[in-house]
C-alpha cells in the first residue's frame, strides 16, 4: 500500500513523514504550498475542509490529525513495536503520553503560533504570549517528570509517542523557547540522530526544492 501524504515543510506534517521513515514504508508526498495559500484552495479544502497539515490518503480513505495519523501507521505494523499491544495497561499510558503532547506541551506553542501569524491580525491578541510561555514551561516539568531517567517516554524502546513529543520539543526551541531540563535535552539528543529523522527531513526539502523549480 502506498500513501500520499499532503504537507509542508517545518509543520506537524513531519510527524507523519519520520513514522513513515521509521517504518520504511513507500510513500508519496503532494506538497501543500503554504506560501502560495495552497491549503485553502478548493483542491485541497475537498479533502481536508479545515484547511491544515497533515493530511495522508490511504485505503482509498482521507486521514487528517497528526496523532491518529502516527497511530494508524503505528497499529498497521504491530512487529515494529511504535504502539504497545500486548499490555492494555502500557498502552493507557502510551495514549496518555500522546494526549499530553498535543492539548499540554503542544497547546501553548501553538496558542503563540496563532498569535503570532497563524490568525487573522485582527484576531491576534499579543498580551496572551507571556501566559503561553509560562504553559510550556509548566509542560516541560511535568514531561520531565515522566520521562525520569528513561531513553524515551515508555522506557527503551522508542514509540509513536516519542514521535509527536520530541517534535513539539523541536518546535519549542525553533520558537526559542527555554528547555532547561537535563534529562530533556538528552532526549532530544537521541531522538534527533535517528537515521528515520534525517530521512524525513530531507525528503520534505527535496520535494520543497523540485516545486520551486
Not at 495552497?38 to 475542509?49: G, T, V, W
Not at 531513553?151 to 519549542?172: K, M, N, R, S, V
Request: aromatic share 10%.
Amino acid at each position: 500500500m502506498t500513501i500520499t501524504v499532503y504537507g509542508y515543510p517545518n509543520t506537524r506534517t513531519l510527524r507523519v513523514t519520520w513514522m513513515l521513515e521509521e517504518l520504511g514504508m513507500d510513500y508519496n508526498y503532494h506538497l501543500v504550498d503554504l506560501t502560495k495559500g495552497e491549503a485553502k484552495s478548493d483542491e485541497y479544502l475537498a479533502i481536508n475542509p479545515a484547511g491544515k497539515l497533515p493530511s495522508i490518503m490511504a485505503e482509498g480513505q482521507v486521514l487528517t490529525e497528526s496523532c491518529a495519523i502516527v497511530n494508524y501507521l503505528a497499529a498497521g505494523h504491530p512487529d515494529a513495536e511504535f504502539i504497545p499491544i500486548a499490555s492494555p495497561f502500557r498502552r493507557a499510558l502510551y495514549d496518555q503520553w500522546c494526549l499530553f503532547s498535543l492539548t499540554e506541551l503542544e497547546q501553548p506553542l501553538w496558542t503563540m503560533s496563532k498569535h503570532r501569524f497563524a490568525l487573522p491580525k485582527d484576531q491576534r491578541c499579543t498580551e496572551v504570549l507571556s501566559t503561553a510561555i509560562w504553559e510550556f514551561q509548566k509542560a516541560l516539568i511535568l514531561l520531565s517528570k515522566g520521562l525520569g531517567e528513561k531513553d524515551y517516554i515508555l522506557g527503551e524502546q522508542f514509540t509513536g509517542a516519542d514521535i509527536l513529543l520530541a517534535h513539539t520539543l523541536f518546535w519549542g526551541m525553533a520558537f526559542k523557547q527555554q528547555i532547561e531540563q537535563e534529562n530533556l535535552k538528552a532526549y532530544l539528543g537521541r531522538a534527533g540522530v535517528r537515521p528515520a529523522l534525517a530521512a524525513a527531513r530531507s525528503r520534505e526539502q527535496a520535494v520543497l526544492r523540485d516545486k520551486q523549480h
